[in-house]
């Protein structure tokens, strides 16, 4: 099964919405995919916002009820900031507290999403599939497995997303497919 599905679904409002939100966290921790990052990519930070809740209200309202039924997933917003480095990119990872999540590209411009395999023996990455969003574009991804983001310099990234943290990929797509044009 690819770890990804476009799905026919535009956002309720645009990157404007940035206004309303409030930084909650910024992850830059280094995970075991990563470590051996060469030296001219230049890995960047990202940042999860909350939104106001009527905000988010309105895109959850969005969910069909038979997926909610399975998990309420939270709306956020998850911006990366490329630098003006040559090469930046959000390393390999899998997400925390997440394992996946409806992204509705509110800022895009040809970044490319890969997903890899990770072979615990050998500790090493082998890239499987990739994808690139554009913006006002929708996808449903699975973020359990390890994906990386090849980011444009200086060229924000803005996702407002729907995030499952229990519910699987398949789970939701299975959900999804019953009663969308997925
Ligand atoms: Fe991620």
């Known amino acids: 099964m690819s770890p ?6 535009k956002a309720p409002f645009g990157r404007e919405i940035i206004k309303y939100a409030k930084l909650q966290h910024r992850f830059t921790k280094t995970q075991k995919y990563n470590k051996n990052l060469a030296d001219e990519y230049t890995s960047v930070p990202t940042e999860a916002l909350t939104l106001p809740n009527h905000y ?40 925390y507290n997440r394992t996946c999540g409806i992204n509705f590209y509110l800022e895009a411009d040809g970044e490319k999403t890969h997903y890899y395999e990770w072979d615990r023996e050998l500790k090493s990455l082998t890239e499987t599939e990739t994808f690139v969003a554009a913006q006002g574009d929708c ?15 200086n060229q924000q ?6 995030s499952f943290s229990h519910t699987s990929f398949p789970e939701v797509v299975a959900r999804l497919r019953r009663v969308c044009n997925v």
């Open 4 to 9: 990804f599905l476009k799905i026919d679904w």
């Open 56 to 95: 988010a209200d309105q895109i959850i309202s969005m969910v069909p009820a038979s997926v909610k039924a399975l998990e309420v997933p939270q709306a956020y917003l998850i911006r990366m900031t490329a630098t003006d480095a040559l090469q930046p990119v959000l390393p390999a990872h899998v997400d």
């Open 139 to 153: 996808w449903l991804i699975d973020t359990s497995i390890p994906h990386s983001v090849t980011l444009k310099p």
């Open 157 to 162: 990234r803005l996702i407002l997303t729907l």
